[in-house]
């Protein structure tokens, strides 16, 4: 079955600065990644989505790119601010729809 | 319209139990996931229903662990016998279909003591 792996763990920055966030996915056949937030105490929300027909993707601060060959994504994020610390996960499903997220990475964006 | 909702926000059960976790999904969406999360880690995935199919229950741990969606709309994630290794956040999520936006409860947190 699906295996993603999500690096870092934890990743902090100065406010301003960018923060990248990479994925790796196991199931060739995944064809949409999904990137969630979630803050404390919170229920995941999704910030950006891609599917296998798009090499990248992005909205204002954030971006998400797509390399279907070496089997990874990436989440980029542009002059991070402090209410952008969370956690983020990264997810990939496959044909059948099964949603399988990374382990997470801990952003804290410091003032 | 609302968004999904799970009840109860809390659970506290005794070690060997019943329990019961519902799941309310977004109005019309065919799509309905139960995830299992536990702290600093990823949401776990337990079962896909696609209406009121179990699309893929591989990710129920064993067979103490059961969910059913009888009318393609509410779930209920059923734990029989429960242990303190249960002890987790429950997210269910529902979405219009595979590969579109999943929309997530707030949980259940379960604490079996």
């Known amino acids: 079955g699906e295996n993603v792996e999500q690096h870092p763990s934890t990743l902090s920055v100065q406010e301003g600065d960018s923060a990248v966030i990479k994925c790796t996915y196991s199931d060739s056949a995944s064809n949409y990644f999904p990137w969630y937030k979630q803050e404390l105490g919170k229920r995941p929300q999704l910030i950006i989505d891609i599917r296998s027909n798009v090499g990248e993707k992005k909205d204002q601060r954030i971006a998400v790119t797509l390399n279907k060959t070496a089997k990874h994504f990436s989440l980029h994020i542009t002059e991070t601010q402090p209410e952008d610390s969370a956690v983020y996960f990264c997810a990939a499903s496959d044909q059948g729809g099964k949603l399988i997220f990374g382990q997470g990475t801990e952003l804290s964006v410091k003032p | 319209g609302a968004g999904v909702s799970q009840t109860p926000s809390n659970k506290v059960t005794e070690k060997g139990k019943y329990v019961e976790l519902r799941c309310d999904p977004i109005?019309?969406?065919?799509?309905l996931y139960w995830y299992r999360q536990s702290l600093g880690q990823g949401p776990e995935f337990l079962i896909y229903f696609q209406g009121t199919g179990a699309a893929d229950d591989s990710g129920l741990p064993n067979d103490r662990f059961f969910a059913v969606r009888p009318e393609g709309s509410v779930s209920t994630l059923k734990i029989q016998r429960t242990e303190r290794g249960d002890s987790a956040v429950y997210l269910c999520?529902?979405?219009?279909?595979?590969?579109?936006?999943?929309?997530f409860g707030q949980g259940t947190r379960l604490t079996v003591v």
């Open positions: 109005s019309g969406h065919t799509a």
């Open positions: 999520a529902s979405s219009r279909g595979s590969n579109t936006e999943a929309f």
